[in-house]
């Protein structure tokens, strides 16, 4: 893991997203150029009671590594349990959600509600270092607002002297959950104040986006979550400019024969009951901005076979 950060570059994230994350989407998003893919937020009572959907969420292959397990848990003990169980899975970070909005987690006192309690953060953070794998922590800018900034930067570095190996920030708070825009000047501080490398999460859509954060906030590296939804492109894009290469160019063509191959191995993989439904999210991000939009959506509702995706990608391109 710290080999990332000896790259003597900035690197390239592709971020936890519940959902969306599944092994496929982090093996094309490694093939695109992400550094290290994240598995979707785990809870770490689920894997001690050993929940069958939980071992599913953890399941990767080879293709996918570097690969890091997020986890979410009120509870330092459960922690505990849960990283001597992954200590020797072959993941690279063991990263702590110390973000997550929602009320299923927030009432739980797991997610953003630890922002609130820090004692108990560390105690979870100090447990899972247990693993004796690399621990990192994603972060939001407080619970109730921004204006929370100072106690979780003190958070933040208490985090940094037990060892945590990277924060990752999105810098809104939890309540905002994703309106308005995230504050990439809170990352900026964080950058000027802590030692150890700051990844910056929040609005990158676009390459366009990233050079801005990396302007404003000189990030160690970004994480990609929205931005990455139908738009595998945007890795390679961000590899190149962190690489110093020539960015290289993808037109809608390009993002529609990703998503093509892209759902086919989900197909492939899960069948057409998971597959056709999972896969809507992921076509209705390419309806937007094309004539006709809304029919396009109507229609998603029957997809059913491989088929039913192909012929619905060729009808995009006929129109654009
Ligand atoms: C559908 C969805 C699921 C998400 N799931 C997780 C998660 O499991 N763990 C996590 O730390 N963040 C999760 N996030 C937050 C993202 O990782 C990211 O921090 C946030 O979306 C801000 O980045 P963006 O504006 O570039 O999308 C999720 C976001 C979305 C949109």
Not at 170 to 195: E, Y
Not at 205 to 213: E, N, Q, T
């Amino acid at each position: 893991m710290n080999d990332l950060f000896n790259l003597n570059r900035k690197i390239v994230l592709s971020a936890p997203m519940a959902g969306y994350t599944n092994d496929i989407y982090r093996r094309f998003a490694r093939r695109f150029g992400a550094d290290l893919v994240f598995t979707e937020m785990i809870s770490a009572d689920g894997l001690v009671y050993s929940t069958e959907r939980t071992l599913e969420l953890m399941k990767f292959s080879d293709e996918e590594k570097p690969i890091g397990i997020q986890f979410f848990t009120a509870d330092p003990d459960i922690m505990y349990k849960a990283a001597l169980m992954i200590r020797d899975s072959g993941f690279s970070v063991l990263d702590l959600n110390f973000g997550c909005p929602v009320r299923k987690v927030t009432k739980r006192g797991a997610g953003s509600s630890l922002l609130k309690s820090s004692e108990l953060a560390i105690e979870i953070v100090s447990a899972a270092m247990e693993s004796n794998i690399p621990v990192s922590v994603k972060v939001r800018c407080g619970f109730n607002s921004c204006d929370e900034w100072g106690e979780t930067l003190e958070l933040l570095e208490k985090l940094e002297n037990l060892g945590v190996s990277f924060i990752t920030i999105h810098p809104r708070s939890a309540r905002q959950m994703f309106s308005g825009k995230s504050d990439w000047s809170l990352i900026a501080d964080a950058v000027n104040k802590l030692h150890i490398p700051i990844i910056g999460s929040g609005d990158l859509f676009s390459i366009d986006d990233v050079v801005k954060m990396v302007e404003t906030a000189n990030v160690a590296g970004v994480s990609i979550a929205r931005g990455g939804i139908a738009n595998f492109e945007i890795f390679t894009q961000v590899r190149a400019f962190f690489e110093n290469k020539a960015i290289p160019k993808f037109d809608f063509y390009n993002r529609v024969e990703t998503m093509r191959e892209f759902i086919a191995e989900e197909f492939e993989s899960y069948g057409e009951d998971i597959a056709s439904k999972w896969c809507r999210k992921f076509l209705v991000k390419l309806t937007k901005n094309i004539p006709d939009a809304s029919s396009f959506r109507r229609r998603l509702s029957y997809i059913r076979t491989l088929d039913d995706v192909n012929s619905f990608l060729d009808d995009i391109l006929s129109r654009v």
